[in-house]
């Protein structure tokens, strides 16, 4: 009775229309009714206590860090240099999306700011050359949501302030399987781009790669900061988004100096507006997450599951079968604030390496993203380019299907997250 309480009172607030962040305070409400624990104060507590949190900090300065780069001239000069790398090979101009999506990738974090980016600066591009619009569009959505994978990563900070899980492990456990991504797009491009008879651009000089090298030599070491930072402990993830978004800043406004006072004006502003929804999200979740252990939710999905639990592989599957469902209806913050506190004692009670699931949960939240009806990455890819959702979730089919199977190797291997995790974190 509980569970349906928890659900029904949820789906019925989304259902009439209620944004997320109230439909979770009027899910909160009504298990608080249903326990006879309603008290305004409480709510009001939880709401307040679920923002006061220092690991959150990370989120606004790198959305600030992510929007910096786009504007000031980072993302542009990352994509210029992957154009002289790899965009004279045959479907060159879609290689050059998936690299530059794994470089910025590295610097901000945020799928939405990423395939804002890239769309804007190589939709048209690709178009042009005469790539199919749909499948363009399609590669550039799935290369743009490499971005909570590969650290700093937005997701990782949320999913590790919810679930009590090392923000650090998570950033260095996420670098493999977000190029992997990146990789089983790259094959998939390969495929599909056979069909396509479109004429690459002409090689690149080694003087102009070299230029654009140069060009783009001060975004470039900002991940390397940010890793190395970590992983020595110069500074804490949200430390990192700091030295991010100031070194952003840096280069934007003194080397680079494309970003002026007016626009930064307006970076911050948009940052801040982003960042508002976000811990919004996050506070009222929290209000939930606090029920939902009152009333013992997870125990009763442990009992649930019960004939998964003797094996890790199996229970896996299921979980990420049943996230793939939510991630197709739900976007990916208020999906890792509501799933969280009611899978990581689950996890826990298997065995699993929260650290290890994390990465696998957060991938399929990513993948979320692309996965119709609501698709936010789809979105952005479909108003940037102008193009009908129909025609882009059509195009990104093909991505999609291999990113997933990318995420269920690793369910398979673990070996595969937790071997580098290991190494790196030494």
């Not at 009439?16 to 507590?45: E, K």
């Not at 800043?249 to 080397?255: K, N, P």
């Not at 997870?298 to 019960?306: C, F, V």
């Not at 506190?341 to 692309?370: C, E, H, Q, R, S």
């Amino acid at each position: 009775m509980t569970v349906l309480i928890f659900l029904g009172s949820l789906l019925g607030a989304m259902a009439l229309g209620i944004p997320i962040a109230y439909s979770l305070l009027v899910c909160g409400a009504a298990l608080m009714w249903h326990l006879d624990l309603f008290d305004a104060q409480i709510l009001a507590q939880n709401v307040i206590n679920g923002a006061d949190s220092f690991p959150l900090l990370a989120v606004p300065f790198f959305m600030l860090a992510g929007e910096i780069m786009n504007v000031g001239g980072l993302s542009r000069r990352i994509v210029k240099l992957a154009l002289t790398l790899v965009g004279h090979v045959r479907g060159g101009l879609g290689y050059v999306a998936i690299v530059a999506a794994v470089l910025m990738a590295a610097l901000s974090g945020s799928a939405v700011a990423d395939t804002a980016a890239l769309a804007s600066l190589l939709l048209p591009m690709m178009v042009a050359a005469g790539h199919d619009k749909a499948r363009a569009g399609g590669l550039i959505a799935s290369a743009g949501i490499i971005a909570p994978i590969i650290p700093p990563s937005i997701g990782f900070v949320i999913f590790g302030v919810a679930a009590n899980v090392s923000i650090g492990k998570l950033f260095l456990a996420g670098i493999v399987p977000g190029v992997l991504m990146g990789v089983s797009i790259a094959i998939t491009w390969w495929i599909v781009a056979r069909k396509e008879n479109v004429v690459p651009p002409k090689k690149s000089t080694t003087a102009e790669k070299l230029q654009a090298l140069r060009d783009s030599t001060w975004a470039l070491v900002l991940p390397f900061i940010v890793l190395f930072g970590l992983k020595f402990g110069v500074f804490t993830p949200t430390e990192a988004a700091v030295v991010a978004a100031v070194y952003a800043l840096f280069v934007s406004t003194v080397i680079y100096r494309e970003l002026s006072l007016k626009q930064t004006y307006e970076v911050f502003v948009a940052a801040a507006k982003t960042t508002s929804v976000i811990m919004f999200l996050v506070a009222a979740a929290m209000v939930s997450a606090w029920l939902i252990t009152v009333a013992q939710i997870p125990a009763q999905l442990i009992d649930l599951l019960q004939p998964f639990m003797g094996n890790q592989t199996l229970l896996l599957i299921a979980i990420m079968l049943l996230v793939m469902a939510v991630g197709t209806a739900m976007d990916m913050t208020p999906t890792i604030l509501i799933m969280t506190p009611v899978l990581m004692p689950v996890v826990k009670a298997a065995g699993i390496d929260p650290v290890y699931f994390g990465v696998l949960f957060i991938m399929n939240n990513a993948i979320g993203l692309v996965t119709p009806p609501v698709g936010t990455v789809l979105n952005v890819v479909a108003g940037v380019g102008r193009m009908k959702m129909d025609e882009v979730t059509k195009g990104v089919v093909p991505f999609m299907i291999a990113e997933f199977i990318v995420m269920f190797l690793l369910v398979l291997f673990p070996s595969i997250v937790t071997g580098p995790a290991r190494w790196l974190a030494n």
